[in-house]
């Protein structure tokens, strides 16, 4: 319950972090606050084309996994439940 807690609460933390350096920056003048939005955007770019590199490997580590069981030869979708350990209930309900 904690962690969730926790994941819930980093955004709101980092919010009010750039909330805050902005109006640190808004009271040290305009070429502060310019600054300060210069970094503030390259920063937002970067973490975006992070983010965009983690969505790519994501999708092709999932199509490389999924070459991979299709080529043990086996269709059987118990199988693949059981091999990545997803879907324990399908897999149970088939047992039966």
């Known amino acids: 319950m904690g962690a969730l807690v ?4 980093v955004p709101v933390v980092v919010q009010a972090t750039f909330f805050i350096a902005l109006a640190v920056a808004s ?7 310019a600054a300060h939005q210069i970094v ?7 973490s975006y084309v992070t983010d965009g590199f983690a969505v790519a490997g994501t999708v092709l580590g999932s199509r ?5 069981l299709d080529s043990t030869n086996s269709s059987d979708t118990r199988y693949r439940c ?3 350990q997803c879907l324990p209930d399908v897999y149970r309900a088939q047992q039966d």
């Open 27 to 33: 009271r040290m003048g305009t070429a502060a606050l």
């Open 40 to 46: 503030a955007q390259l920063w937002l770019l970067t």
């Open 64 to 68: 490389l996994s999924h070459q991979r």
């Open 6 to 9: 926790a994941a819930y609460m």
């Open 82 to 84: 059981q091999h990545c």
